[in-house]
């Protein structure tokens, strides 16, 4: 059965915080792994990721792909009260040839 | 410019009523999904078509249905014998090129069941 677990579940910073996000999958017919900030509504896209080893970059964000380890994780660097969100990891693939989704981490920045 | 329209925004229902939640997208996209969202809890996949007419069950799909009929469109509707129905309804579609994926998403509906 494929699956997608993020970790943590929900995580508590300070402003100006570094923190890294996770996500580990057993997904058959892996196609490509997205980044989502969801915040009030519909999530919003951050990265796709394809290729391993290839660092995508977008100001404080980052992510980086590990697919012979089954991972990604997800970088924020010098965290700001905005990026208070639940991230989610989403893998477009598996046996259905569809959208898998972590259950996301809720990340909380206090000011 | 291209996207995914949900409607309607908010949406009321009483008990014992059905109502269809609409989803629209004009970006050619092939495959559309409808999720439900939990206070807490992540997205949980209700239904999903990979193409016109046809459309396959998800890990909740008792108490609703759908239909393809169209390209552009894949209508939710949420009948009475869904027992919890007051949630976040996400759609979504993606596209295909190549190995590259990209998900987009409409901005919901929130319904309430009254």
């Known amino acids: 059965e494929d699956k997608v677990v993020q970790s943590p579940l929900s995580l508590v910073v300070h402003e100006g915080d570094t923190v890294t996000l996770n996500c580990s999958y057993e997904?058959?017919?892996?196609?490509?792994l997205l980044w989502y900030k969801q915040e009030k509504k519909a999530p919003t896209f951050l990265f796709m990721l394809?290729?391993?080893?290839i660092e995508k970059k977008s100001g404080r964000l980052s992510s980086i792909l590990d697919k012979k380890e089954l991972f990604s994780i997800l970088n924020i660097t010098a965290t700001q009260t905005g990026d208070s969100a639940v991230y989610l990891c989403?893998?477009?693939?598996?046996?259905?040839?569809?959208?898998?989704f972590g259950k996301g981490t809720k990340l909380s920045v206090k000011p | 410019d291209g996207g995914i329209t949900q409607s309607p925004k908010y949406l009321f229902r009483k008990e014992g009523q059905n109502v269809t939640l609409s989803c629209e997208q004009n970006?050619?996209?092939?495959?559309m999904y409808w999720y439900r969202q939990d206070p807490g809890q992540g997205l949980r996949l209700i239904y999903y078509?990979?193409?016109?007419?046809?459309?396959q069950k998800g890990d909740i799909a008792e108490g609703y249905s759908v239909s393809r009929e169209k390209k552009e469109s894949f209508p939710l509707t949420v009948t009475s014998a869904q027992k919890n129905p007051t949630a976040f309804y996400l759609c979504?579609?993606?596209?295909?090129?190549?190995?590259?994926?990209?998900?987009?998403f409409g901005q919901g509906t929130r319904l309430t069941v009254v």
């Open positions: 394809t290729s391993s080893g």
């Open positions: 078509s990979q193409i016109v007419n046809d459309f």
């Open positions: 970006l050619n996209h092939d495959a």
């Open positions: 989403v893998f477009y693939g598996g046996s259905q040839g569809n959208l898998i």
């Open positions: 997904v058959t017919n892996f196609r490509s």
């Open positions: 979504a579609s993606t596209n295909r090129r190549g190995a590259r994926t990209e998900a987009f």
